[in-house]
């Protein structure tokens, strides 16, 4: 048991979230969700003040947490890695890498599944731009024995194990954590549109069935969906920094897509990289945007609010499509800022 882990334990005999475990230490939430994962670990301090408060030694604390001490421990941090040809973004329960061939002719996304460092490869799809082919594989969710929806022969790799050295060498942009509270998230009338659309969207979810796979997850800067309807070769690929403002979103740059669509004769099925892009370039335009309104700038796209209720607030997107973002979505992880 590591010293996070004894900490964790602790707090889950008292049966307190770690807001209200936080709230009696005089710290945040943050802060103890950063110690049950490792990831910091409290001063001398904060260990004696749990040890009065919980009536528990400070030595069953150490003691008991001594594995964080002694043995040489590499603790996991969600983030988002870069290099000139690839990005990983990593959460506890997924890895994410979309990558591109050094002439660019390929592109494509991988995405892991499992806990910290020990994930397996679930889905794939990769685009030959000089063959003008699309090809993907994903195993169906949780089937027994794994059922791969493929249209190639990418289904041999799937279960592959995932490397976490491969980040090693990248640049780490940002970092996040996962939100173990559990505590509800604020309704439209308590947080207002922007506060709500930022934490509505701070979270993935994930779902593989034989008709469909679909991979979502914004950690508040970054966006990137993974989508295959296999029927009728949809896929769509994508990682865009879409930023919030008064009335909705701001797309600020998409720098990876492979937009399949049957015979990719629409306009908006493209396909590129640029791994060079920062977001920091990104300034939301000042024009007005109209409730109900797409509104196409010369630095990006802005989805304008359509409606929206206590629990739903629905942007409009290009043409007929509509974004929806829902407080009481399902979410296989929800992520807070560090």
């Not at 020990?118 to 090809?135: G, M, N, P, Q, Y």
């Not at 740059?253 to 669509?261: D, E, H, K, T, W």
């Not at 010369?298 to 407080?327: A, F, H, N, P, S």
Request: aromatic share 12%.
């Amino acid at each position: 048991m590591t010293l996070g882990q004894r900490i964790q334990q602790i707090r889950i005999e008292h049966g307190l979230s770690q807001e209200e475990f936080a709230e009696k230490l005089g710290t945040t939430r943050q802060t103890v969700s950063r110690w049950e994962l490792d990831q910091t670990f409290p001063e001398i301090a904060k260990i004696v003040l749990i040890s009065r408060i919980f009536s528990v030694s400070t030595d069953s604390i150490l003691k008991d947490g001594i594995r964080t001490f002694d043995v040489d421990v590499e603790h996991f941090t969600c983030g988002v890695y870069r290099s000139t040809n690839c990005e990983i973004v990593e959460t506890e329960k997924f890895s994410l890498v979309i990558y591109c061939s050094s002439d660019k002719n390929i592109l494509g996304a991988k995405l892991y599944r499992g806990y910290e460092n020990k994930k397996h490869l679930v889905a794939i799809c990769e685009r030959d731009l000089v063959s003008e082919k699309t090809e993907y594989a994903y195993f169906v969710e949780d089937s027994d024995p794994h059922t791969a929806i493929c249209n190639s022969e990418l289904a041999s790799g799937l279960g592959a194990a995932y490397d976490p050295n491969l980040k090693k060498s990248m640049r780490r942009l940002e970092s996040f954590v996962v939100d173990h509270s559990g505590t509800p998230l604020p309704t439209v009338k308590e947080a207002g549109i922007p506060k709500c659309l930022t934490l509505w969207r701070m979270a993935d979810s994930y779902h593989a069935t034989h008709d469909d796979f679909n991979f979502f997850l914004c950690t508040g800067k970054t966006e990137y969906i993974f989508s295959i309807k296999a029927e009728n070769t949809n896929i769509y690929c994508g990682a865009s920094y879409n930023i919030v403002f008064d009335l909705g979103l701001f797309s600020g740059g998409q720098f990876f897509r492979i937009r399949n669509y049957k015979d990719n004769s629409e306009k908006w099925c493209r396909f590129h990289c640029d791994f060079s892009y920062e977001s920091r370039d990104i300034k939301i335009p000042t024009e007005q945007c109209e409730l109900g309104k797409c509104l196409m700038t010369t630095k990006g796209l802005m989805w304008c609010v359509k409606r929206y209720t206590d629990d739903e607030i629905v942007l409009q997107g290009c043409g007929d499509d509509e974004y929806t973002y829902r407080r009481t979505d399902k979410r296989t992880e929800q992520f807070s800022t560090i």
